[in-house]
């Protein structure tokens, strides 16, 4: 079955980064086209980034410039590079997969705060 593992949330202050990761399993990873959502408190989930399998990417207006998503066929994973993070970007980031269904990782904690 489907599994997508996110790992690397964690506090960072304003300016800072943070890199996140997806693992995934049970899917032709290599084809698929694979996003990165946010939920922030009280907001509706939103698409940060998408990359097809052959590596072209799209960004959200609010991260262009300050964020990179990359992924690694070999390997099964798929990464969101976080730069000058901003207060607006504290949310609970899903790793997530469109094959079939929609499938979602567990999520994982990103706080920007002094």
């Known amino acids: 079955q489907v599994q997508l593992v996110e790992s690397g949330g964690g506090l960072v202050q304003p300016g800072g980064s943070l890199r996140l990761s997806c693992a995934a399993s049970?899917?032709?990873?290599?084809?698929?086209?694979m996003d990165w959502y946010r939920q922030a408190p009280g907001k509706q989930r939103e698409l940060v980034a998408t990359?097809?399998?052959?590596?072209?990417?799209q960004y959200a207006d609010s991260v262009k410039g300050r964020f990179t998503i990359s992924r690694d066929n070999a390997k099964n994973t798929m990464t969101l590079q976080m730069n000058s993070l901003e207060r607006e970007d504290t949310a609970v980031y899903y790793c997530?997969?469109?094959?079939?269904?929609?499938?979602w990782g567990q999520g994982t904690q990103v706080a920007v705060s002094t």
């Open positions: 997530s997969v469109g094959w079939g269904n929609r499938y």
């Open positions: 049970g899917f032709p990873f290599s084809i698929a086209a």
């Open positions: 990359i097809t399998g052959g590596g072209n990417t």
